[in-house]
């Protein structure tokens, strides 16, 4: 199996992904006279400057996007280092469904791996949230130098769990992502934990769910809910 990692095993603390929630507070901590009403302004040019991309972008570079934004052209290195810096508390957290689905397909010996557009570290932040040893792999597009939906990501992952692509199962918050995986010769599962699930593609609304469905051998896990298709073929 190859899963994408945020969306999917971990949310953001705070709500949001990038910048991290500290972001504010650091940059005023370093330039107080920045008007706090354009950080939306800003946020917004840096998820732009992300999208335009073909790759995933070193952080310094995403977040002089964002900072030129709020008239801090030129940041100190003394800013950048900080905003690099691991935070004073976490940034990520895993979805409750996580740590038990992990362990049940580990147990019944599916083989596992991440495939995600992110930056290099994600395989650090996994082990600290007590999960990255269930995986045989990390692709991190920021190493690849590609994102998904590039067929190198997808490849790289199947290769890590030695498997071929009609034998995983890609699983994805994002079914366009997941539908391109398909095209490939995968299978895909779009996981779709709130919203109007996809049409024409094979979805889950829990982690539960979607290891009863791979590996129906398995008990449902404990308090698990689920409205699904099957997988995609």
């Known amino acids: ?16 992904w990038n910048p991290r929630h500290d972001f504010e507070s650091v940059v005023v901590r370093h330039h107080p006279e920045v008007d706090t009403a354009r950080f939306p302004e800003a946020i917004a040019a840096g998820q732009r ?8 972008p ?18 100190t290195p003394a800013l950048l ?34 495939v995600s557009d992110n930056w290099a570290g994600l395989e650090a932040g ?15 597009s920021e190493l690849m130098g590609c994102t998904k939906p590039d067929p190198r990501m997808y490849a790289a992952g199947s290769a890590l ?11 994805d918050d994002d079914p366009e992502l997941v539908a391109a995986a398909v095209a490939l010769g995968y299978r895909g599962v779009a996981l779709v934990r709130d919203g109007e699930p996809p ?6 609304r829990t982690l539960d769910a979607l290891a009863t ?21």
Do not use: K, N, Q
């Open 49 to 56: 400057f992300l999208d335009a991309g073909e790759t995933t």
């Open 199 to 204: 049409s024409g593609a094979g979805w889950v």
């Open 81 to 114: 280092t900080e905003l690099e810096a691991p935070p004073s508390g976490p940034v990520v957290e895993l979805y409750p469904d996580v740590p038990r689905t992990l362990e049940r397909l580990h147990a019944a010996g599916i083989r596992m791996s991440v």
């Open 126 to 140: 996994l082990d600290g949230l007590g999960i990255a040893h269930f995986f045989a792999g990390f692709v991190v």
């Open 213 to 233: 469905r791979w590996a129906p051998a398995l008990p449902p896990a404990s308090g698990s809910s689920s409205c699904a298709a099957p997988p995609s073929s």
């Open 1 to 16: 199996m190859l899963f994408d990692a945020g969306g999917v095993l971990t949310r953001p603390v705070g709500g949001r």
């Open 58 to 75: 070193v952080r310094a570079d995403y977040h002089r996007a964002v900072l030129v934004v709020l008239g801090v052209a030129e940041p």
């Open 161 to 171: 769990i030695d498997l071929p692509p009609h034998e995983c199962l890609f699983v």
